[in-house]
Nanobody
Framework: QVQLVESGGGLVQAGGSLRLSCAAS????????MGWFRQTPGKEREFIAA????????YYTDSVKGRFTISRDNAKNTMYLQMNSLLPEDTAVYYC???????????????????WGQGTQVTVSS
């Protein structure tokens, strides 16, 4: 129904910044609550941030509060994750996701999402 494609990942030094984008097609993203997740080998997919359909309500995992900002521009059919003050521990594959139903956040939030992008690699060097 909706297709999601992440971009903006790459290699950055600790303390630097990256902005990830999630471009949607097929349907307007105004129909969906959305979120960002990350995953490293051998670990469960970790919730990072979520945003309501209108963009009014946001949620963050504690480890990124004050450093990452989730936003969306429904007119451009795009969601963003601005990442500042990056740490080596932020290194992971980052995924965007969308859900028709209620917004999901916290432990195992990935179980609530219906659509996923393919991921983009973020590597933070020390």
């Amino acid at each position: 129904q909706v297709q999601l494609v992440e971009s903006g990942g790459g290699l950055v030094q600790a303390g630097g910044s990256l902005r990830l984008s999630c471009a949607a097609s097929g349907r307007t993203i105004s129909n969906y609550n959305m979120g960002w997740f990350r995953q490293t080998p051998g670990k469960e997919r970790e919730f990072i941030a979520a945003i309501s359909r209108s963009g009014v309500t946001t949620y963050y995992t504690d480890s990124v509060k004050g450093r990452f900002t989730i936003s969306r521009d429904n007119a451009k059919n795009t969601m963003y994750l601005q990442m500042n003050s990056l740490l080596p521990e932020d290194t992971a594959v980052y995924y965007c996701a969308a859900t028709h139903s209620g917004i999901y956040y916290g432990v195992a939030a990935y179980r609530g999402y219906d659509y996923w992008g393919q991921g983009t690699q973020v590597t933070v060097s020390s």
